[in-house]
């Protein structure tokens, strides 16, 4: 069908008396780009290792129940078991990692588990980074969901989330956190020189991202 020498799409488009148009391909499961163009496993991986630990042995999940129990400090009281379906279902996991940040580095130090991740600075700003990058797109993906969802509506809300990307990147380079209030809260302690080489290494993912979006041949993109 969406073949591009020998599917409908790629023999519309070599024919040269068939009408110019844009095909889009899985338009709602857009957020599979992710993934790909955030190249965030160094983030990734390691958090789902230390939830697996935390929810797949019922001890362990008593054991740092109790924790949060005991700081008692407005904390969420646990975590959300480890999805492997959607990779976009992974951003609520992320979110209340970071929300347990140090109760699950606690915990970790108590198991005598080494994750040197858990004291470093710029890899606890990736991990507010993509927090942020998922709620955003997370917020995207409802919009593309539902009953009666025009084709002109969906590339509508594509479209709109291509432009604010471009404004995410923009602000991003300025050192306007605005959009990214995990980054922010995660930047507090990282020195000036290392938030601006972290810094721009976001801008440069975000522009990953808005290229993935944007559609191959669009002059509204050019």
């Known amino acids: ?10 023999l519309c488009k070599a024919d040269q008396t068939f009408p110019t148009f844009w095909n889009f391909h899985c338009i ?18 390691p958090v789902m290792e230390m939830v697996n630990y935390i929810r797949t042995h019922a001890l362990n999940h008593r054991q740092f129940r109790n924790l949060i129990a005991e700081l008692d400090q407005g904390l969420p ?12 279902s992974k951003g609520k996991v992320l979110s209340r990692f970071f929300e347990l940040l140090d109760a699950v580095k606690m915990f970790m130090e108590e198991k005598n588990k ?24 997370d917020r995207l993906n409802l919009t593309l969901q ?6 002109p509506d969906l590339v509508q809300s594509v479209f709109a989330f291509v432009n604010k990307l471009k404004l995410f990147k923009a602000h991003i380079q300025k050192g306007d956190l605005t959009h990214f209030p995990t980054l922010l809260k995660a930047s507090g302690q990282v020195t000036s ?10 801008a440069a993912l975000v522009e990953n991202l808005h290229e993935s979006f944007v559609c191959p041949g669009s002059v509204i993109y050019k």
């Open 77 to 88: 009281g646990d975590l959300p078991l480890h999805c492997t379906v959607r990779w976009l």
């Open 146 to 151: 539902g009953k009666l969802k025009m084709l």
């Open 1 to 10: 069908m969406i073949g591009s020498v020998n599917g409908l799409v790629g």
């Open 28 to 45: 709602i499961h857009r957020e599979q780009l992710v993934s790909k163009s955030l190249n965030l496993d160094n983030v990734m991986k």
């Open 193 to 202: 020189a290392a938030l601006n080489k972290q810094r721009a290494r976001y």
């Open 114 to 137: 080494d994750y040197p991740e858990l004291s470093d600075l710029e890899w606890i700003m990736d991990l507010g980074f993509l927090v942020d990058m998922l709620c955003h797109l």
